[in-house]
Antibody, heavy 124, light 112 residues
Framework: QLQLQESGPGLVKPSETLSLTCSVS??????????WGWIRQTPGKGLEWIGS???????YYTPSLKSRVTVSVDTSKTQFSLRLSAVTAADTAVYFC????????????????WGQGTTVTVSS | QSVLTQPPSVSGAPGQRITISCTGS?????????VHWYQQLPGAAPKLVIY???NRPSGVPDRFSGSKSGTSASLAITGLQAEDEADYYC????????????FGGGTKVTVL
């Protein structure tokens, strides 16, 4: 059964770069049926999609964060990563990685597997 | 302000039926993009409970059902149980500059 696990620093200083990795186990990361994405949840607030990457390396980012976000994939290590630069206190959140599944003709079937989430606090 | 609008809270007694609405626009739900629903228990990651407007993943009880019409979608829970108390989020694709894959603001379901 596919499992995702986020890892990375729990504390990042303002203006620095947040870096997180999502390790994929129990399944393949190299499939045209999947995108690999990052979602965050600020304290007491809802979910915000940050960005995703396809098996071929095509990236998609939410416009409000696009200038600061990079999502990359390392198929040899079966993991994908998030980098968010110039962070502020507003970036303090629980960060989730998730698999987006697509069917034939790129039909979107939602985010079917999620990591447990990792809390990142931006503070000096 | 979320692109998809959900009521902040819905409540019901055990055994009752509740519905959660998700209102979008012509750039997302109204454009024909599918809606997915997630359940988030306290302290846990979201879990997909409905995909493609009305389909249940394996293991999700048939008490959960989804529908879509026009620029809105709904999640219904029949025979409400205490374990259903959670936050629920709708999600779809948006073709405007709002963010591609977008979520609703979430609805807190309380079992009375």
């Amino acid at each position: 059964q596919l499992q995702l696990q986020e890892s990375g620093p729990g504390l990042v200083k303002p203006s620095e770069t947040l870096s997180l990795t999502c390790s994929v186990s129990g399944g393949s990361i190299s499939s045209s049926s999947f995108h690999w994405g990052w979602i965050r949840q600020t304290p007491g607030k809802g979910l915000e999609w940050i960005g995703s990457i396809s098996y071929s390396g095509t990236t998609y980012y939410t416009p409000s964060l696009k200038s600061r976000v990079t999502v990359s994939v390392d198929t040899s290590k079966t993991q994908f990563s998030l980098r968010l630069s110039a962070v502020t206190a507003a970036d303090t959140a629980v960060y989730f990685c998730a698999r987006q599944i697509f069917g034939d003709n790129a039909v979107d079937y939602g985010m079917d597997v999620w990591g447990q989430g990792t809390t990142v606090t931006v503070s000096s | 302000q979320s692109v998809l609008t959900q009521p902040p809270s819905v409540s019901g007694a055990p055994g009752q039926r509740i519905t959660i609405s998700c209102t979008g626009s012509s750039s997302n739900i109204g454009a024909g993009y599918d809606v997915h629903w997630y359940q988030q228990l306290p302290g846990a990651a979201p879990k997909l409970v409905i995909y493609g407007n009305s389909n249940r993943p394996s293991g999700v009880p048939d008490r959960f059902s989804g529908s879509k019409s026009g620029t809105s979608a709904s999640l219904a829970i029949t025979g409400l149980q205490a374990e259903d108390e959670a936050d629920y989020y709708c999600q779809s694709y948006d073709s405007s500059l709002s963010g591609l894959w977008v979520f609703g603001g979430g609805t807190k379901v309380t079992v009375l």
